[in-house]
């Protein structure tokens, strides 16, 4: 028969079991304990099967910094992620330990006048996973709550259910841009969410979508997930009226939406000019906290410009569209690594790396 003492001890060794990646500095990623708060009446514990990096991954792992998100002190990192119920809290009757969900990683504060709106995404006490200073998911488990754990169907892997977050910002990008079947789509920069984006607006109907890059292994990659025009462009800024030119050409009609998923000012510049006059263009990419951009004869046109930052209310639809087949994520996962201390930092430079890595994805 077990002591007290002995059960304590099992209980902490237990807690001690739980091993996360802490940013420590920069390009110093290190597999460390991670104690989990205690589990609220509406909270789950959720065992972390799969996670993807994401771009601001990148940022903090590099620089300690992402836009003006600032790592202060050490934090986990990741906030794409999926995994299977351990435990629920005593209030939660939605889900059910083994249940496979998907996390939405942000947890608004639901009571100031944004949250009031439905605009929570935009809510200035946001506690998102792996953006200073609340840690992330790339961990052995996490204390979720249950509202913001969202149960896959069968046909849904974990991997793709961890996708449901990029996958919300094309899926959000595509709402407040009013993407249809009558809406030709220009797409700049064809890295991982420039290619989500071109997924996307095919599934809301967009009949015709062209997308443009530097690289043209990334835009062969587009070409193959159903681009319909494919154009290489430069970084010579001074090359933006000729290039808006012949995207025009290449589009053979009015391009009526552009998405910047980069965020240069080359980039907008060249999404300004070649949209059509009364067009839209919506900048998802937020490279540069501050660009000079011709913003004046792109208001004589009547151009919209429309900002998004990150998404909401946007899980349901985008499970939806995995179980129908609607879009396909899969072939966007280009690169797997396990949870050790090597794979992880294996896993950081390669997708730091760039080239042909698109989504590099942990599996726990």
């Known amino acids: 028969m077990s002591s007290g003492g002995d059960i304590m001890a099992g209980k902490e060794r237990e807690e001690e079991e739980n091993m996360a990646a802490w940013l420590l500095g920069i390009k110093n990623l290190k597999i460390q304990p991670y104690h989990l708060p205690s589990l609220g009446p509406y909270d789950v514990k959720v065992r972390i099967k799969a996670l993807g990096i994401c771009g601001s991954d990148v940022h903090h792992f ?4 992402c836009a003006n998100f600032i790592v202060k002190k050490p934090m986990v990192l990741g906030h794409e992620c999926a995994g299977v119920i351990e435990e629920v809290g005593s209030e939660v009757n939605t889900l059910a330990v083994g249940d496979h969900v998907a996390l939405e990683p942000g947890i608004s504060c639901r009571r100031c006048n944004l949250c009031k709106d439905g605009r929570y995404n935009l809510c200035p006490e946001m506690k998102f996973f792996g953006s200073p200073p609340t840690n992330g998911a790339l961990a052995n488990k996490v204390v979720h709550p249950a509202n913001l754990c969202f149960k896959l169907p069968e046909n849904v892997t974990l991997e793709e259910g961890a996708m449901c977050e990029p996958l919300s910002v094309g899926v959000h990008a595509c709402r407040r841009a009013k993407i249809g079947p009558d809406t030709n789509v220009l797409i700049m920069g064809a890295g991982p969410i420039g290619l989500i984006t071109l997924l996307t607006a095919r599934a809301f109907g967009a009949p015709r979508v062209i997308i443009v890059d530097v690289d043209d292994q990334r835009l062969s990659i587009a070409k193959n997930l159903g681009a319909d025009e494919i154009l290489q462009v430069s970084t010579n800024i001074e090359d933006v009226g000729e290039e808006a030119m012949k995207i025009q050409s290449a589009m053979g009609s009015g391009i009526d939406v552009s998405f910047d998923c980069v965020g240069y000012a080359k980039t907008m510049s060249t999404a300004l000019n070649a949209t ?3 067009g839209k263009v919506c900048l998802i990419g937020l490279a540069l906290s501050e660009m000079t951009v011709p913003l004046t004869p792109a208001a004589a046109r009547e151009v ?11 899980w349901p639809l985008c499970i939806e569209l995995l179980r129908t087949g609607k879009i396909d994520v899969k072939p966007l996962i ?3 690594f396990s949870f050790s201390q090597v794979e992880v930092e294996k896993a950081f430079e390669t997708s730091a790396g760039g080239g042909n890595a698109i989504k590099v994805m942990f599996n726990l």
């Open 62 to 65: 590099k620089t300690m910094r």
């Open 276 to 278: 059509r006059s009364g």
């Open 304 to 314: 919209d410009i429309v900002g998004i930052f990150r998404y909401r209310n946007t």
């Open 334 to 336: 280009t690169h797997r």
